[in-house]
């Protein structure tokens, strides 16, 4: 092919070409087709936008001085454990429920100094039995509503946890796609000053850097709120940085039948526990009525509706946990599914890409042709990125369901 230049305004242009290859190609096609990300070791990240870490082949010693510079490290396993000490919901609900349990307490101790031989009026029935019973049961489901709110507690850490590290990898993302980007826009000048090119793909490439520019600055905007998210959750000084280290849950298929999730969620779901005790009170309200007055009065029959009504209560539960599980792992399997087709798409896309930079040093293809093909690929990074966070979600929203 001829080309209206000299070879070494040519040559700059080649460059130009290789330089670009180098940033799209090189870093973002290695590990795109370097098999399955959930079996990588885990990648440690830096939660601040203008710090970097730099991972050598050597142990280094970690001191208190080294920690406060680049942050303290954070696992998944240590911000659950933060989270379960420090998270103010969870702490102001353990304190409620001591206040609830020596409250009964006091209400226990009165109610038992009356002698059960002394009782003659269903009014003093109900005063020990009844209200003992619901004292005890009390008891019970305050035990149960702080372990429910620890159980919430350890899955809306996850849920912060992974929302930050997919803020820092958006943010890596972005920054990767404006060095493509600068690197399209150096062709296009050299190509522009060689006279092979026109004005108008300067300015294309120039949209493209200032486009790039403005992703970049969304991506560190919302990684800082990630971080102030996961600090809040967690109950430490908002501006605290993390040192996190990255470890996706395994998208292998869920390891239990759609049956086998609903018997689970059944026996674990505290709603269902509250409803089973409060039709036991029901039931000892109608026993105690029958004992010391008679099932037929009034009473008795608001007493009988009370356990129709805890029956009804039990199924409606029921069927909102089932339809609850249904749901959550009916998503997971999408989720799973939907990481392996973004997979495969980011890989051809990164493919792609390789194959136009490849066309342009040969002089096949156009500047616009690598532009057009870097965004695709970036946005297919994104797509797969995304994937990877909605499915790790899906994880905890599957065993929240559950009722772990």
Do not use: C
């Amino acid at each position: 092919m001829n080309f209206p230049y000299s070879k070494k305004k040519w040559m700059s242009i080649s460059l130009a070409a290789v330089l670009t290859t180098a940033l799209g190609a090189g870093s973002l096609t290695a590990s795109a087709n370097t098999g399955s990300d959930q079996t990588k070791a885990p990648t440690t990240v830096q939660a601040s936008n203008d710090k970097a870490t730099t991972q050598t082949g050597t142990e280094s010693q970690s001191t208190p001085e080294a920690e406060a510079a680049t942050g303290a490290e954070l696992t998944l396993e240590k911000a659950i454990e933060q989270a379960l000490k420090t998270n103010a919901v969870l702490n102001e609900t353990r304190l409620d429920a001591k206040n609830a349990d020596l409250n009964q307490t006091l209400t226990y101790v009165s109610n038992s100094d009356l002698p059960s031989d002394a009782i003659e009026s269903l009014e003093a029935a109900q005063q020990k039995y009844y209200n003992n019973a619901k004292g005890v049961q009390t008891k019970k489901l305050n035990a149960l509503y702080v372990k429910s709110a620890e159980s919430k507690t350890k899955l809306g850490a996850q849920d912060v946890y992974y929302k930050l590290i997919f803020a820092q990898d958006d943010l890596n993302l972005k920054k990767q796609s404006l060095a493509r980007s600068e690197a399209q826009l150096k062709v296009a000048k050299a190509a522009f000053d060689v006279g092979t090119n026109a004005k108008t793909d300067v300015l294309e490439a120039e949209m493209g850097v200032a486009a790039a520019k403005a992703e970049l600055k969304t991506a560190e905007n919302n990684l800082e709120i990630a971080r102030m998210n996961l600090n809040d959750f967690l109950g430490v000084d908002l501006t605290k940085e993390w040192k996190l280290i990255s470890s996706n849950k395994q998208t292998a298929p869920i390891n239990m039948t759609l049956k086998e999730a609903e018997e689970k969620a059944l026996s674990n779901r505290n709603e269902i526990t509250q409803a089973q005790e409060e039709l036991k009170l029901a039931e000892l309200n109608v026993k105690l009525i029958t004992d010391f007055t008679a099932a037929s009065t009034l009473q008795g029959q608001m007493a009988r509706n009370s356990v129709e009504k805890a029956n009804l209560e039990i199924e409606k539960q029921k069927r909102a946990v089932t339809k609850d599980v249904t749901e959550a792992y009916l998503n997971l399997n999408a989720a799973r599914e939907a990481i392996e087709f973004s997979k495969s798409a980011k890989d051809s896309a990164a493919e792609s890409y390789r194959l136009k930079n490849l066309r342009f040093e040969n002089g096949l293809a156009t500047t616009l042709d690598v532009i057009q093909s870097e965004e695709a690929l970036s946005k297919s990074e994104n797509q797969y990125q995304k994937a990877v966070l909605t499915y790790n979600l899906a994880v905890v929203a599957f065993e929240t369901a559950l009722g772990n």
